[in-house]
């Protein structure tokens, strides 16, 4: 039986690694990462939310219309930025782009940038209620100039929130008031929301 020479081990050795990577690529293009974490995709128009809701200090459900009542988060409407921009920076070129969206009747193309994948079910106004903030899930989205994913957003990451491990600490308190009893003097938590399969996915 012959020897494997240096040489052919190497070559095996390289040959082993290019399989591993390129098996590894495949993997990752069919069974892609639940999470869009770092998500910035560029928009067809350059919203600040730094300057609206950061310098401006307009409140999330100003534009975002529904949040409080909807399941969903609605995209603003061209409607709706033109309650402000039929006078405020029309010499713009983007605002300008703006109205002419408004005059023809056309919504503008946003790049959705937080999605969940069609099996979850994530109801807003449950969250909302509950006093879970915008903050919590978007990041600050008053400092951010261009909009990104700011959270996992994975089934594990929202499991943590339910199991009490991340929830904010005013959501806490609340439910520590209406049911004590999830709550042991240690701070060690029972399931503060509902962890079971049919809660978010139907």
Not at 26 to 48: K, T
Not at 111 to 130: N, T
Not at 149 to 162: E, F, I, K, V
Request: charged fraction near 20%; glycine fraction near 6%; hydrophobic fraction near 35%.
């Amino acid at each position: 039986m012959s020897r494997i020479s240096s040489g052919q081990k190497k070559t095996l050795l390289v040959l082993a690694i290019l399989v591993m990577v390129v098996g590894g690529g495949a993997v990752q293009l069919f069974y892609p990462s639940a999470s869009n974490q770092g998500y910035a995709p560029e928009q067809p128009i350059p919203f600040s939310h730094k300057l609206h809701a950061g310098d401006n200090k307009m409140a999330c459900a100003y534009c975002h219309v529904g949040i409080e009542k909807s399941r969903h988060a609605s995209v603003p409407s061209v409607n709706v930025c033109m309650n402000c921009h039929t006078v405020v920076k029309t010499d713009s070129p983007w605002i300008q782009k703006i109205q002419k969206h408004f005059r023809e009747g056309t919504p503008i193309e946003w790049v959705r940038v937080h999605e969940l994948p069609d099996f979850a079910y994530f109801p807003h106004k449950r969250h909302v209620a509950k006093g879970v903030s915008c903050e919590t899930c978007h990041g600050d989205v008053r400092k951010m100039e261009k909009v990104y994913q700011y959270a996992p957003l994975n089934m594990g990451w929202c499991m943590d929130c339910h199991r009490g491990v991340t929830t904010p600490r005013n959501v806490l308190a609340e439910i520590a008031k209406e049911r004590p009893e999830v709550m042991d003097s240690s701070l060690n938590h029972k399931p503060v929301a509902s962890i079971q399969c049919a809660a978010c996915h139907h």
